[in-house]
């Protein structure tokens, strides 16, 4: 069974108070992820990243299109029962204790009375904030707050996590941290469904990835496989005769006697044959790695896609 | 269970106004001013009882109306605001629980207010008259329709707000809690006009709350009693139009997008 189906989902907004008008936030998203992934859902700010997640919470009503979460449609309140969200730049009710909080958000989630309170430590220990239990959240720091919404998030040990831009505004610590316990989760079965704008996390964790640009869908599958679109050059090395490969067109850099280039995958046996030929002595012809990064600029750049609202 | 939920939600609310220190303020301020009724009590001789008893319940009443309002207008639009309701709705919540907690968590709030604001009021009453006499009773009729009207107001300011403005919200429902208090007049005023101004001049009067039946703060002040018709009659309206006003403002959110 699928952890979450969507089929042709789309938001439109009504934007002008006199003279309305129509923006498409999202438009006929479809899109399934597999029990037991982690889920990356890549896309620049107001790409509508945002905005499906609100739909997926019922937070939003969508325009058209439909989607269920394990099995059942997202309209139905049962859905809720299994899932846990962590919204973006999340804000929590700061007269409220950490663990009062917990408690709150289990009992919301009928969690059984009895058990409340020890789950409530047992989450907070594991995010770290087991020594600020009986601290108010007003006087929690950003990272602390970040800490307090994904124990929020699990409390009712769901199934499926959505989280939108864990990381966001996180040192490089909060971010290992909460890479770390994405994988934690994962590992004990959770599926993971996260939203980010940073590459190198999502590059780092994600099962699958899913690339969002104004509103539409830009790709989505295996890292590797996404990657692998971007490769298809090599790097080459060589030592003396530094204008050997002037006739393939690549811009060569040249420190000492050193030579260094990129070409393409079917340029290879030409550019060792005119090293030699040349009298150079080729020291090193690798693969060039290619990078998340490279998919996602490919697919966002300014141009590509409808104008959207923001998300 | 539907009714747990409806309940924790409704326990954080008065627990935020609990710890809210613009509540302790308004509180402040009411019992404040209980405190000074005998003072204008000695101005007016022979009068004392009757001064005392209309300044101190028009105080719980104002002082009431005030925090009903401005914690009221607030309910909802301060969660979205602060996407407090995405976490909370993302569970098993439905909109209407969230809805009706909210409306019970303020209504406890008042109850616990208007208690403490009474025992200030009754304090005043003891020093003054150096005892109750039977007819004091009454007073906790007229505390009870002070009660009525707040629990009216909370519902109103709560359709508001699950549609306009916090600051929209806030004159829209003090408007309707002056006009209310008017009801029945703007009824005789309507009498005496004709044509489509009679019919606009009737309608506003039945659409805002009859709050002017609820008001026997005058009555009991001259130690008039309150019939049991009158509290029957009372309690049945601000049941109905809390219902109304709760379901209008349930079937607004419902349907809203949380932007």
Redesign the interface.
């Known amino acids: 069974m699928s952890a979450i189906e969507i089929s042709n989902l789309a938001k439109t907004y009504q934007v002008g108070f006199f003279r309305k008008t129509e923006k498409a936030a999202l438009k006929n998203l479809t899109l399934e992820v597999h029990e037991g992934e982690i889920f990356g859902y890549l896309g620049p700010n107001g790409a509508g990243k945002t905005t499906t997640l609100k739909l997926l919470m019922g937070l939003m009503f969508p325009t058209a299109g439909t989607a269920s979460i394990l099995g059942r449609p997202i309209s139905d309140p049962q859905v809720k029962r299994s899932i846990g969200f962590l919204p973006e730049q999340p804000y929590f009710y700061d007269y409220l204790t950490a663990r009062e909080l917990l408690e709150y958000y289990a009992s919301l989630s009928d969690v059984p009375a009895k058990e409340r309170s020890s789950r409530a430590q047992r989450m907070l220990d594991r995010v770290g904030l087991g020594g600020a239990a009986n601290t108010q959240l007003r006087k929690f720091s950003k990272g602390m707050l970040q800490r307090a919404g994904i124990a929020q998030a699990i409390i009712h040990d769901p199934k499926i996590v959505f989280l939108d831009e864990p990381m966001s505004g996180l040192d490089p610590i909060g971010r290992r941290e909460v890479r770390d316990l994405i994988q934690e989760l994962n590992d004990e079965g959770k599926t993971v469904f996260f939203s980010t704008h940073i590459l190198s996390d999502a590059e780092t964790l994600c099962d699958r990835v899913a690339v969002l640009n104004r509103g539409e869908l830009q790709g989505v599958g295996v890292v590797a496989d996404l990657l692998a679109e971007t490769v298809g050059k090599r790097e080459v090395i060589w030592e003396g005769a530094s204008t050997a490969l002037d006739a393939l067109g690549t811009k060569v850099k040249i420190v000492g006697d050193i030579a260094r280039t990129v070409i393409d995958d079917r340029q290879a046996d030409a550019a060792i044959d005119a090293i030699r030929h040349a009298g150079g002595r080729l020291k090193s012809l690798m693969p060039v790695q290619g990078a998340l990064e490279d998919y996602f600029l490919k697919h966002t750049e300014p141009g590509a896609g409808a104008e959207v609202k923001s998300e | ?1 539907t009714t ?2 409806i309940g ?2 409704a326990y ?1 609310t008065f ?2 106004a609990v ?2 220190r613009v509540l302790y303020n308004l509180i402040f301020f009411a019992l404040l001013l209980l405190a000074s009724t005998p003072l204008f009590g000695k101005i007016s001789i022979g009068l004392e009882r009757i001064v005392l008893v209309n300044l101190g319940l028009t105080a719980v009443t104002i002082f009431g109306m005030l925090i009903s309002i401005f914690i009221g207008i607030g309910l909802v639009s301060k969660e979205i605001d ?13 909109r209407w629980e969230f809805i009706l907690g909210k409306y019970f968590g303020l209504g406890l709030t008042l109850l616990v207010n208007t208690f403490f604001m009474a025992v200030g009021f009754l304090a005043a009453l003891l020093y003054i008259a150096h005892g109750f006499q039977r007819s004091d009773v009454q007073l906790l009729g007229a505390l009870y329709f002070i009660m009525l009207q707040f629990m009216v107001i909370i519902a109103i300011t709560l359709l508001f707000s699950s549609f306009s403005s916090p600051m929209l919200s806030a004159l829209f429902a003090f408007g309707y809690f002056v006009i209310g208090n008017f009801a029945e007049e703007l009824r005789g005023a309507a009498n005496l006009l004709d044509g489509v101004s009679r019919a606009i001049v009737l309608g506003i009067s039945y659409l805002v709350p009859n709050f002017t039946a609820m008001n026997v703060i005058s009555q009991v002040a001259h130690s008039e009693g309150i019939t049991g018709a009158l509290l029957l009659q009372n309690s049945l309206y601000a049941i109905f139009y809390s219902a109304a006003a709760l379901s209008a403002a349930i079937l607004i959110f419902e ?1 809203r ?3």
């Open positions: 269970m747990s939920r924790h939600i954080n627990r935020e710890r809210d602060k996407k407090t309701l995405y976490t909370v709705l993302s569970r098993p919540v439905r349907n997008d949380l932007k």
